[in-house]
């Protein structure tokens, strides 16, 4: 049996699975500028058709690889807040250090793939309908240690995400330790959220 034929026995879901699995591949060995559908069908050992039928477009390739990394992020962060003592110098520390655990296991993918996705304005606005939820959670998560007016808290929270980012830039280039990113946000959520 050919490795097409054998490809198309695999379940839907499975296949997705495997798809995205080697398109982070890619990424992690080549970066983003090499992830096409056509490429990735190659190296999936599936047809080219397979790969448009689940992603449609390398916008809807983009697109899947930020959800599953950013579901992740997400899934960390809630894990961290369900153990967390409800002080807000521990929600800061659990925070912050979910954040960057969190990168330091997806690896510098994240930041290529969420660089790709500025590419085009469908991927714009699916990247900040995604930080805006995420900018949501932190609002939900803070807003019981703090005084803020809930649009203030808002804008501080906008200001941690990006923060954020830019620091876990710094730990997943080897500019800074995890430990040291991690307090260095903690101390942020802190100081904006206590103020």
Known sequence: MSKTAAAKKMPKAQRRDQLMETALGIVRGQGTDALTLGYLAER???SKPIAYEHFGTRS????????????QQVDDLLG???QAPKQLGSVARL???AYMACYRSIGPEWHAISAALKGDEEMERFQKTLIDGYVDLYCTALAHYSALAAADLRLRCVGIIGAAEAISREMTCGCVDEATASAALGSLILQWVAS
């Open 44 to 46: 999936a050992g599936v």
């Open 80 to 82: 961290a807040l369900e």
């Open 95 to 97: 925070m912050s250090e």
């Open 60 to 71: 809807g390739l983009l697109i899947a690889l930020y959800q599953l990394l950013d579901q």
